[in-house]
């Protein structure tokens, strides 16, 4: 019986939990972001996926966590050194379970962040941004944390391609983040994914403590609505129809043209606002991508990226590091963001509400939503969504760019 007993324990995941409590520390972190996903409303549809992907990742037996390949493509598969990509699929999911299955052939090969990208663009307006152009310039400024980052990183070890991995979480784009890390650290993807979108999903934490440190209530309370007009005349509507479906296409050639590194992520960003913009022609085209496809896509990335923090990839001084790093390059991208602004209202006579530049980021629309709350708490008149959403959408547009000049400099 005390064999039996033996066996049936030995059977379980306690074995091995116990043996190594380290588990423990993988479970209340997947605890923590459930936590966060479904009681605190941050990014549920990015955390609660992702949540479980480290919760079940880390039961001892279950063999859903990924495994990560060096910077060769090598990976240890029972006791034998292997190069994952010379390995047929089925053998990756017969030999190392689902989730590597998934996150070597969708997330690892790269083909999920440009359609991801896609579905962001068919759910994405960029009148605001075409409305209110001047805006847009701080799209571009609240990418400081990235470079900025990149130097500390390399001053700090880092080599410069993981810098540069490590910086653009700075752009709060998930997908730029992946996409940019399989092209110059795939051996990263995993913690530095996993911190693009828990940074991401805390924004509503992030931002106000950056605001609180750097702006006034005075700076909060303008209000831009009182200083020009918001809303288009009818001719100008009509000619905002047609910038709208002429914009994706002048922006995907611009940048091909300079930087065509960039095409992979602008171009399917732009594909699927053009389906949304011409309307009943392409409506069909257009629900694809931004239901079902982009849905399906988020899916697969949050288990899989979640599954990549396991306690071997995790827990250690390297992926402390990421954390750390991909903590500070969100916190400089907004405050550039900021900083630009107070700079530039020193010189105009229109004064630009701080928050819009804190919106530089490419966290659409959930930074607009959260500097426009925090807009109406100082001031339940002054709204500034519209114009907050003008540099965030930008700031897709600006981190998707930066990801294509790091490539094109360092890859």
């Not at 966060?36 to 079940?56: D, S, T």
């Not at 663009?121 to 400024?141: E, K």
């Not at 091909?256 to 022609?281: Q, Y």
Request: charged content about 10%; some cysteine; proline content about 5%.
């Amino acid at each position: 019986m005390e064999d039996i007993f033996g066996k049936l324990y030995d059977m379980t995941a306690f074995s091995n939990i116990f043996a190594n409590p380290s588990f423990l520390v993988m479970y209340a972190i997947a605890f923590v972001l459930l936590y966060l996903g479904i009681k605190k409303h941050y990014e549920p549809l990015l955390l609660v996926p992702i949540a479980f992907g480290v919760l079940i990742a880390n039961f001892p037996g279950g063999e859903m966590g990924v495994t990560q390949a060096d910077e060769n493509g090598m990976v240890m598969v029972n006791g034998v050194l292997k190069n994952v990509w010379e390995m047929p699929l089925h053998e990756i999911a017969h030999e190392m379970g689902l989730m590597n299955f998934i996150y070597y052939m969708l997330i690892k090969s790269g083909f999920l962040p440009p359609i991801i990208f896609m579905g962001v663009g068919a759910l994405t307006d960029f009148g605001p941004m075409l409305r209110n152009l001047r805006l847009s310039i701080f799209g571009a400024a609240a990418q400081l944390g990235i470079f900025a980052v990149l130097l500390i990183a390399i001053l700090m070890g880092f080599t410069p391609k993981e810098a540069a991995s490590l910086g653009i979480i700075g752009g709060a784009d998930g997908p730029t983040a992946i996409f940019t890390t399989i092209k110059l650290a795939p051996h990263l993807l995993g913690p530095i994914a996993i911190a693009a979108y828990s940074y991401m999903a805390l924004v509503p934490v992030i931002i106000p403590l950056c605001v609180r440190l750097l702006c006034t209530k005075k700076e909060l309370m303008i209000n831009m609505k009182e200083q020009e007009k918001l809303y288009p005349s009818k001719t100008e509507f009509k000619n905002m129809r047609v910038l709208k479906i002429l914009f994706p296409i002048v922006v995907t050639t611009v940048v091909a043209l300079f930087v065509p590194t960039a095409v992979p992520l602008i171009g399917m960003l732009m594909f699927g606002n053009l389906l949304k913009e011409i309307g009943s022609d392409t409506s069909r085209l257009f629900d694809a991508a931004a239901n079902s496809i982009m849905n399906t896509a988020t899916i697969f990335l949050g288990l899989s990226v979640g599954a990549t923090m396991t306690t071997e990839a995790f827990l250690n001084w390297t992926t402390i590091g990421i954390v750390v790093g991909g903590f500070l390059a969100f916190a400089l991208s907004i405050s550039g963001g900021i900083l630009f602004v107070k700079v530039m209202n020193c010189f105009s006579k229109k004064k630009i509400n701080p928050l819009i530049g804190a919106t530089g980021l490419s966290a659409v629309p959930m930074a607009s939503r959260v500097c426009n709350e925090i807009a109406t708490k100082y001031d339940p008149k002054n709204h500034v969504l519209n114009y907050c959403m003008s540099s965030n959408i930008s700031g897709v547009i600006g981190s998707a760019v930066a990801a294509g000049v790091l490539i094109s400099f360092l890859a």
